[in-house]
C-alpha cells in the first residue's frame, strides 16, 4: 500500500509559482507511477503530470506544457510538482496520485491510479 499526503498549495498571483509536495509512504513507493491530477469546482478531475516509476519518462496534460515540471525523489519518497507561470484557470484542488503496477506505460487517466491522497488546494488570482 502507499499512502499520500500534499502539501505546497496556496493563494499566488497570476505568473507566480508555486511548488506542490508529495510525501509517500509505504514499501512500493519505488515502484509506482506517480501522478498529479486537478479538480476545479463543478469540473471534472484532469490529468496535470505524471513520472513513470523508474524517473525515465515525464508527461503533461496540454494545458500545463512548458509550465509544470513533475520529478520524484526515491530517496526521500517524494514526488514534487512545480508550477510556473501560473494562471487563473489552474485555480483547483491538486491531488497526488500513485499507481503500484511497476508499468512503463503512459497514465492519464484516473481509473489507471491506485492510490490517491486529500489534496491541497492551489488558488491562482488574476
Known amino acids: 500500500q502507499v499512502q499520500l499526503v500534499e502539501s505546497g498549495g496556496g493563494l499566488v498571483q497570476a505568473g507566480g509559482s508555486l511548488r506542490l509536495s508529495c510525501a509517500a509512504s509505504?514499501?512500493?513507493?519505488?515502484?509506482?507511477?506517480m501522478g498529479w491530477f486537478r479538480q476545479a469546482p463543478g469540473k471534472e478531475r484532469i490529468f496535470v503530470a505524471g513520472v513513470n516509476w523508474r524517473g525515465t519518462s515525464t508527461y503533461y496534460g496540454d494545458s500545463v506544457k512548458g509550465r509544470f515540471t513533475i520529478s520524484r525523489d526515491d530517496v526521500k519518497n517524494t514526488v514534487s510538482l512545480q508550477m510556473n507561470s501560473l494562471k487563473p484557470e489552474d485555480t483547483a484542488v491538486y491531488y497526488c496520485?500513485?499507481?503500484?503496477?511497476?508499468?512503463?506505460?503512459?497514465?492519464?487517466?484516473?481509473?489507471?491510479?491506485?492510490?490517491w491522497g486529500q489534496g491541497t488546494q492551489v488558488t491562482v488570482s488574476s
Open positions: 496520485a500513485a499507481n503500484a503496477g511497476f508499468t512503463t506505460a503512459t497514465l492519464t487517466r484516473d481509473d489507471e491510479y491506485d492510490y
Open positions: 509505504g514499501r512500493t513507493f519505488s515502484s509506482s507511477t
